[in-house]
């Protein structure tokens, strides 16, 4: 724990490094999104069957399973800095590659390694800023990186429209390779950004750690504070393992199955939310399958707001309760009543989308809050890992489900999986607003307590 970077004031360089690692959950969004649209004209122009359509659509997904955890360990053995920068290098060489490929399989590779960059960027981004973060500001600056999210997939489909208006559908490799651009700008913005100063104390570089935060904080730091948070327990740094040992298993647990149980339905809405009203009798057609869609997306972004506030006015445990339990109720209606009037449906499905911000601003900040340094970045890749199961599984049954069982049975079976997060959340979410990063792990429902540290000699 540091007592100088939790109690810092917040400044432009926290303004600055938060918009900086905002960079990799806005392509996500847009990266996610964009190919979506890009379908539109990708199918007839290269004869796509249904299969490769979906081998397409799941290959990022695929991707971020794997990259997640992946990468999580490997940032927390060599470090966030120099993460930073190349997974953004990787996402611009297979964007401009987008543009000139042909076969299915190129498309589907490119998609894959895309999805193991971005998936690679939430441990490191969001470990990177939480060991930054002043703990007042750490909440809500940490839930605003989904906020990024929808607005990437927000811009995805506008730009995405603008392509079909204005190009006509042969534009899909222009809109593929148009996150070329982001990247870019966020390369841009991230020059100069530092190593983390928990990390490098945790790595035996604690005059390294010290320096950092002079410079970038302004305030002489004693070494010693600057000290991972577990160095007494004796505990080898970094692994996956380590995340299954008692101390952490149910930590672990709870966040990847909560995040699970959120995005199986969610990351369904969002794909085929045009195809869900259309079952109510909602119009479809192009329009529908893009602004419309954005605006779905625009929804889940606004209910992020109030929830970002509450995090930290009435806490992370009641917010998650709470938001699962609502959102739990417009799905349910929808089950019990298939044949709701559009307008109905649509009411219900924006109500679900606002509700939804209560753990979409958590799904980064519990495991970053919950972990200790040697092991935070795993966490938040592992988490990432297993929420993109439910994205994946989610995202190919909907559609199966809506033609195979129908309306009701569909939306019964995502308001289950929801109640399933919520009673994970009711037996295993802790409270960790105002609490040291990685404390102590207490009983679901109590505040933790800051582990105890053996000094040792500052170099």
């Not at 971020?64 to 490997?74: H, N, P, T």
């Not at 806490?315 to 699962?324: A, D």
């Amino acid at each position: 724990m540091s007592r100088t970077i939790d109690n810092a004031p917040y400044t432009a360089f926290h303004r600055k490094l938060a918009l900086a690692c905002s960079g990799g959950p806005l392509l996500d969004g847009y990266i996610l999104s964009i190919v979506g649209v890009a379908l539109i004209g990708m199918r007839p122009d290269l004869g796509l069957s249904t299969a490769e359509v979906s081998l397409i659509g799941a290959a990022a997904l695929v991707g971020m399973f794997v990259g997640g955890a992946l990468f999580g360990v490997l940032t927390d053995k060599i470090g966030r800095e120099v993460m930073y920068t190349a997974d953004l290098l990787v996402m611009v060489a297979c964007s401009v590659l987008s543009f000139w490929v042909d076969a299915v399989w190129a498309i589907a590779v490119l998609r894959f390694v895309l999805g193991m960059a971005v998936a690679a960027d939430y441990p490191i981004a969001t470990s990177l800023l939480a060991e930054w973060l002043p703990a007042k500001h750490r909440g809500r600056l940490l839930g605003q990186q989904i906020v990024a999210w929808y607005a990437g997939s927000v811009l995805a489909y506008v730009v995405g429209y603008l392509f079909l208006e204005l190009a006509g559908p042969g534009s899909w490799r222009w809109m593929l390779a148009s996150s070329t651009v982001l990247c870019a700008v966020f390369l841009v913005i991230r020059r100069g950004s530092p190593e983390s100063p928990r990390w490098l104390a945790a790595n035996g570089r604690v005059g390294d750690a010290v320096r950092v935060v002079e410079k970038h904080l302004g305030v002489r730091v004693d070494g010693r504070e600057l000290m991972p948070e577990a160095v007494g327990a004796g505990r080898r740094p970094g692994g996956l393992r380590l995340l299954m040992t008692p101390p952490y298993r149910r930590r672990t647990l709870f966040c990847g199955l909560f995040f699970l149980c959120q995005v199986g339905p969610l990351f369904a809405m969002l794909t085929f939310g045009p195809q869900i009203l259309s079952s109510f009798g909602m119009p479809g057609g192009t329009v529908m399958e893009t602004l419309g869609t954005g605006l779905i997306s625009l929804v889940f972004l606004l209910g992020c707001y109030p929830a970002l506030r509450l995090i930290d006015t009435k806490g992370r445990r009641p917010v998650i309760i709470w938001s699962f339990a609502l959102m739990t109720v417009p799905l349910a209606l929808l089950g019990v009543w298939p044949t709701a009037p559009a307008a109905v449906a649509l009411t219900a499905l924006c109500a679900y989308a606002f509700l939804c911000g209560g753990p979409n601003v958590l799904d980064w900040t519990y495991p970053n809050e919950l972990f200790p340094t040697e092991i935070r970045a795993t966490a938040v890749g592992v988490a990432t890992s297993v929420s993109r199961i439910g994205a994946a599984v989610g995202t190919y049954l909907l559609p199966l489900s809506l033609t195979g069982l129908g309306t009701g049975p569909t939306m019964l079976i995502a308001a289950g999986t929801t109640a399933l997060g919520l009673l994970v959340c009711v037996l295993w979410a802790e409270e960790t607003r105002g609490t040291a990063l990685g404390a102590t792990p207490t009983p679901a429902g109590t505040a933790a307590v800051p582990a105890q540290r053996v000094p040792q000699t500052v170099r």
